[in-house]
Nanobody
Framework: QVQLVESGGGLVQPGGSLTLSCAAS????????IGWFRQAPGKEREGFLC????????YYRDDVKGRFTISKDNADNRGSLQMTGLQPSDTAVYYC????????????????WGQGTQVTVSS
């Protein structure tokens, strides 16, 4: 069974940092992209960052470029999202998702999903 298990969410102060983890099983991340999505209350789920099976990185939102960094460790079969300079507008449920090889920002194109983890940025 394919599983993506997320961890690392929580409460952080404005300007702070947080790292999310996405541990995969049942698939080999050498051949799968990991996309990151977030959904704030009352808003649609948006894809903002992705790393392809071969390690190429795609940014889909200007407001995370320069603050968020995506990576994956194929040997550990784990993806990571490093977030710095967090703002209240970043508050959302964050999801990792996976599909074969190639990145795109569309939720309907992804085969597997993590359970979601809440990130709250507040003083």
């Amino acid at each position: 069974q394919v599983q993506l298990v997320e961890s690392g969410g929580g409460l952080v102060q404005p300007g702070g940092s947080l790292t999310l983890s996405c541990a995969a099983s049942g698939i080999a991340l050498e051949e799968y992209a990991i996309g990151w999505f977030r959904q704030a209350p009352g808003k649609e789920r948006e894809g903002f960052l992705c790393i392809s099976g071969d390690g190429g990185v795609s940014y889909y939102r200007d407001d995370v470029k320069g603050r968020f960094t995506i990576s994956k460790d194929n040997a550990d079969n784990r993806g990571s999202l490093q977030m710095t300079g967090l703002q209240p507008s970043d508050t959302a449920v964050y999801y990792c998702a996976s599909r074969p090889i190639w990145c795109n920002p569309f939720p309907e194109h992804y085969n597997y999903w993590g359970q979601g983890t809440q990130v709250t940025v507040s003083s």
